[in-house]
Nanobody
């Protein structure tokens, strides 16, 4: 059984920053890809950023000019998302994912609201 828990969401003004954290725990052996996704009402969940066990990163096209940075602490099975220069369109529920063996495990999400 694998558990995924996100933290770090909240209310931030446009142009501000937030750092999301995610911890995966349980029966995890090895280092597996982890990622951040987001979803707004009426839209499909979309990839924000993903990082492999070897540290290779992938970002969504909307993460322009390096606004977001994904990183991980593999020893702790944790992944982070540093978000800078936040915009109102970044408002969403952000979900953490670990691709463990053939299954995807998801957290319950953390709400990020960008508003003045």
């Amino acid at each position: 059984q694998v558990q995924v828990v996100e933290s770090g969401g909240g209310l931030v003004q446009p142009g501000g920053s937030l750092r999301l954290s995610c911890a995966a725990s349980g029966s995890i052996f090895g280092v597996w890809p982890m990622g951040w996704y987001r979803q707004t009402p009426g839209k499909q969940r979309e990839l924000v950023a993903r990082i492999t066990g070897g540290g290779i990163t992938k970002y969504a096209d909307f993460v322009k000019e390096g606004r977001f940075t994904i990183s991980r602490d593999s020893a702790k099975n944790m992944v982070y998302l540093q978000m800078n220069t936040l915009e109102p369109d970044d408002t969403a529920v952000y979900y953490c994912n670990i691709e463990y063996r053939v299954l995807d495990y998801w957290g319950k999400g953390t709400l990020v609201t960008v508003s003045s």
